[in-house]
């Protein structure tokens, strides 16, 4: 009998995780055109749509940190049985919500299921997959992962409009119901470092992060001057504070306070926050804006939305490439100035009567400017790091970029309404054109940022990395 000198390739436990991830990134874009139908539907402000994007995204952010840690403690395998247990429950609550408030209670636990599930699949893929072959498995695991940002929106308005918008929900519990068994039977139980959770942290992160949201987001109604908005920001800006202060003292913290010390980290990390501010906060208001301003329907508004969101499939691994050769530098800088060009351009052209010709152009620019980021900025993070914290590097990166989404689409949201809304196209138009050239600024700040950030890629042993969040940077966007 003969036997291979190389193990095999474990294809059904990468298609496994790869799902996994693909399930959580749809929810990230998926939702944007739905939000007329769900207004519709259920009522409801502008406040209380941003609410239905930012309590995925805020959960997310928050947990994600935790989601490894979790892991390594408590086993891998049951972690993500429990993180996928959630995502399904709470995709089969939004879809049975009768009100705003129940929908984005669900999203929240979306954002929770999703934080945890997400790490995990590329601790149990490095687990499994032999050293030699991991680089095809990781180029799988985020291949998928990145179709689910890119078709995001297509599917989310094929579904409104051929079904219902509870359908972009309900699309998750079929295969959720199919991978859980079929995890628990083929993934196999791991664990890692059983440090304790930084529970304090958590829950400074958790009740900051929101304080400070929920002040910006009320600010569209009460205004900045309310009681109601001040101490919200008062109290969110104090806990952060505490959080920051608590991290720097904790023997086990979430967010390891020294890796600022690096400035090309510290710089990595600006220019993500930037992007994710700029691009989520313009896409949350231009996916609505072919709906309500060019009374279109879901699937056609979802639809051209793709030369903005397909470009990162098509670039990403074009831009990975360069990147080796010249490093993550040029690439980053030259992408957020495209995305930031793209956005200005965008907010000149934008009319309720607008020719869709006249809009492709910019969205190709922020395309490819996004997948400029999306490919090199993993590198450019563990680059910046001793190989030994490339996983909480990246899990860090990943938490602050989702809080920039989350306070990108806060900001711009309330911009949006101070100058437009939804009350007829021209000022929906108003809104949009007001907001974007601030998300426009964001990016062009990240862009001289980049400038400090790392000109290297690093070394394959650290990108390999196996304690659960290496390479989680690049999972949701490229």
Known sequence: MSTSSSPAFPLRVVVIVALAVFMTSLDNLVVGVALPSIQSDLGGSLESLEWTVNGYTLAFAVFLLTGAALGDRFGRKR????????FTLSSALAALSTSIDVLVAARALQGLGAAIVTPLTLTILADAVPQEKRGLAIGI???????????????????VEGLHWAWIFWLNVPVGLILLPVAYRHLRESHGDRSPIDRPGLLLATVGLFSVTFGIVRSQVLGWGSTTVVASLAVGVALLTGFVLWELRARAPMLPMKLFRSIPFAATNGLSFAMFFGMFGSIFLLSQFFQVAQQMGPLEAGLRTLPWTAMPVLVAPIAGIL???IGARPLLVT???LQSIALFWLSRVSTPTVPYGEMIAPFVLAGV????VFAP???AVLASVPAA???KASGTTNAIREAGGVFGVAILATIFSAHGGHGDPQAFTDGLVAALPVGAAM???GAVVGLLAPGRRPAPSAVASDDGVGLAVAAEGA
């Open 79 to 86: 972690m993500f049985l429990v993180g996928l247990t959630i």
């Open 335 to 337: 992408g957020m100035a």
């Open 443 to 445: 990016l062009a700040v």
């Open 377 to 379: 900025v993993a590198g």
């Open 369 to 372: 400017g996004t997948a400029l």
């Open 323 to 325: 990147s080796d050769r």
């Open 389 to 391: 914290m490339a996983g």
């Open 141 to 159: 695991w985020g291949g998928i992962g990145g179709l689910g940002v890119a078709v995001g929106p297509a599917v989310g308005g094929a579904v």
